[in-house]
């Protein structure tokens, strides 16, 4: 039994309130203690000894470091000393075992799923190693290989009880959590052990399910020994049940994950906070964002966060300090694209990442029920609450503007803690149920229970976006303020290489009498091939055209072999990425977008800015960037655009254009609505006065 359970022991826990730089010292403590405990344990080794016994130190020295590695920055931090420390015996694989772990936690990704993959196959019977390695397969969206993995091992349901077992904490380990509930079930229903019963608790209390989970230690309560482990377990689970019976009706929380519950309620629990009149100092902004990749959003923050930089040296502009705070901006995961550009206009630029971990216990003195709330958050909020709110709190800021819906998962609550007056949700594009692969539980119960705070404003980038949150919410349409994307007048000027490769491409279709464009990323979202065909059908209608799009991305391989399938090679021009995209759309007569979703698609605007009419589909708010029938044309459908009729509106904005010179000139002009400095003025207003209910619905 003690074999089996050694085998399946858990991850270290990560306690986000230790300090990192304790990390090193602890380890040093730690390590001096180990090494001289073992070194009294063997008086006088034989050879084979002395290298079991070195093994052993090792093991521990480096178990120690990584025991002291409790956050991304100290395990950064530790893991030289721990490669060093490891540098006698390489190959042992505990050791191996152990580093791998402590470089996951330093947020390393390149060669560790091979790592460990690698380690599994060398000891194959290890069901420690076994079980990270299925780990992360979870995490490389491998979940079907680690399912198969468990089934090779571990066939279904098990030959014994320890199987049985041992096949459900696996199953749970990669979160199977259907399938692995159904092998708990089995193995108690079968077995009616009491270890399966309290393996399974704990389980369902790391899912946030107490409710299950106290129904299920029912039948051990009073036999549990008094100070064990177990008793501790039940304690803490009746402590949760009894809590959250306070706030929630009994019968609606089986099969309930109280970590939504106490995000909800550690909300609501601001219901009636007071928001003090601004005064007339100047504004103090922080925004918020994920990372500061080549995305609408991100390259939106970064624009409005310039400019007001740039504004903030006037006093007459009443806009103190700005800030941009994101979760990371790691070049290595392609998330510092718009770094450059604000460090360049001086804004300072905070890593969440980087900040101090804090306990909400050392934080605050709440109401112990708030407390309780606060300790079993969900991760991203938890994240927010330790990291963001005594940086918040430090700061002061009079907004914190959190864009998109995941800065407002682990920010809204941290600004409320932080007594922040005026809190932002800035949306974009459609919301998540409608994208599946975005959706989390947690943004439902998070956004219902904002929308009853004061102070807390809702914003989107157009009004489809708004229409489509308030619908999913339930939510009154104008309780969403629409604030267009501020776009930037593009140069016309072109690099000596997007001039040469367009002359190129010019020469050798010197006979082309048209041009249609896009400009997009060679992603799903944007589908590109569905581009292609459309592009393949109009050139069979209208033979003297020619097309260029440009851009990049996972599919550009694709959909140059389609392209060449169906017959466009040598009338396609696949530009690659260009930041000289003004002097591409001038040589566009029509811009074509053929998205399934979008936000506010700022390539729309782009493109009118050089008089170029667009055709798209409806997806997000594109119809919102143009007007129908005068500067271009909407289409019947984003889920499956016709692109019959596609052809026929390209085609009839090229005939138009060529006889109408105000096709342009109403380009023109739409495009002057979502001029930066007009934008930029509503903004600050926003941040300064809020949304009454006659701005939202303007």
């Excluded at 369902?204 to 177990?230: H, W």
């Amino acid at each position: 039994m003690r074999s089996r359970q050694n085998a399946l022991q858990q991850l270290p826990l990560q306690d986000d309130s230790a300090l990192a730089d304790e990390g090193a010292p602890k380890a040093k403590r730690a390590r001096k203690r180990v090494g001289k405990k073992v070194e009294q344990a063997q008086p006088a080794p034989r050879d084979a000894d002395v290298i079991d016994l070195a093994v052993k130190r090792q093991r521990a020295l480096v178990k120690q470091l990584l025991d002291a590695a409790r956050n991304t920055a100290a395990a950064r931090a530790l893991l030289p000393e721990a490669l060093g420390e490891a540098e006698e015996f390489p190959d042992d694989p505990t050791t191996r075992c152990y580093i791998l772990q402590m470089r996951e936690r330093a947020g390393e990704s390149e060669g560790i799923s091979a790592a460990w993959e690698t380690l599994f196959r060398e000891q194959p019977d290890d069901r420690i190693i076994l079980q990270f390695h299925m780990r992360r397969l979870v995490r490389d969206k491998q979940q079907d290989k680690a399912l198969a993995l468990l089934e090779e091992r571990i066939p279904t349901p098990g030959r014994n009880y320890t199987e049985c077992l041992t096949r459900a904490e696996l199953l749970d380990t990669i979160q199977a959590f259907d399938v692995s509930d159904a092998a708990f079930a089995y193995a108690v229903e079968r077995y009616d052990k009491r270890e399966a019963r309290i393996s399974w608790a704990k389980r369902l209390i790391k899912r946030g399910r107490f409710e299950d989970a106290g129904l299920l230690l029912e039948p051990l309560v009073g036999s549990l020994s008094a100070g064990s482990k177990a008793e501790e377990l039940a304690e803490k689970i009746a402590v949760m049940r009894g809590l959250f019976r306070n706030y929630e009706k009994q019968e609606d929380l089986a099969g309930v994950d109280f970590r939504l519950l106490a995000m909800k309620h550690a909300v609501l629990a601001h219901r009636e906070r007071v928001v003090p009149e601004r005064t007339d100092g100047p504004l103090r902004i922080v925004m918020v964002t994920g990372s500061l990749g080549a995305g609408g959003a991100e390259r939106q923050l970064s624009t409005l966060a310039r400019m007001m930089r740039k504004r903030a040296d006037d006093p007459a502009h009443g806009i103190g300090r700005v800030e941009v705070l994101v979760k990371e901006h790691h070049p290595g995961r392609r998330g510092d694209f718009f770094l450059p550009d604000l460090l360049a206009a001086q804004v300072p630029v905070k890593q969440a990442n980087d900040l101090q971990p804090i306990a909400p216990r050392k934080q605050f003195t709440l109401d112990e029920d708030l407390m309780r709330m606060l300790d079993n958050l969900p991760s991203q909020v938890h994240y927010g609450v330790v990291r963001m709110t005594p940086l918040f709190r430090e700061m002061r800021p009079d907004v914190v503007s959190l864009w998109q819906d995941g800065a407002c998962l682990y920010g809204a609550l941290a600004a409320l803690l932080a007594g922040v007056p005026r809190i932002q949700l800035v949306f974009r594009g459609l919301p998540p149920n409608i994208r599946s692969k975005r959706l989390k539980p947690e943004y439902e119960v998070l956004f219902k229970a904002l929308a009853h705070i004061p102070g807390v404003e809702f914003m989107s980038n157009s009004h489809a976006a708004a229409k489509a949150y308030a619908e999913w919410l339930g939510l009154p349409e104008d309780r969403i303020t629409v604030l267009w994307n501020a776009v930037p007048a593009l140069a016309r000027d072109g690099a000596p290489e997007d001039r040469e490769t367009w002359e190129r491409f010019a020469a050798e279709t010197c006979d082309a009498e048209e041009t249609i464009g896009g400009v997009f990323r060679f992603e799903p979202d944007k589908r590109p091939l569905v581009w292609i065909r459309m592009a393949a059908q109009y050139l069979r209608q209208r033979p003297k055209a020619r097309f260029v799009i440009v851009g990049a991305g996972q599919l550009m391989n694709e959909a140059k072999a389609l392209a060449e399938a169906q017959g466009l090679g040598g009338r396609l021009l696949f530009a690659g990425t260009s930041n000289a995209v003004g002097y591409w759309y001038e040589k566009m007569d029509v811009k074509v977008l053929l998205s399934r979703f979008e936000g506010l698609p700022n390539v729309l605007i782009e493109a009118q800015q050089f008089g170029t009419p667009v055709v798209s589909t409806p997806a997000g708010g594109a119809a919102e960037c143009f007007v129908e029938g005068e500067s271009g044309h909407i289409l019947d459908c984003a889920a499956n655009p016709s692109l019959d009729l596609a052809c026929e509106k390209i085609g009839a904005l090229v005939d138009r254009r060529r006889l109408d010179n105000g096709l342009s000139h109403a380009a023109r002009v739409m495009a002057q609505q979502f001029d930066v400095d007009t934008i930029l003025d509503r903004f600050v207003a926003l941040c300064r006065d809020g949304a009454t209910v006659t701005e939202r619905a303007a």
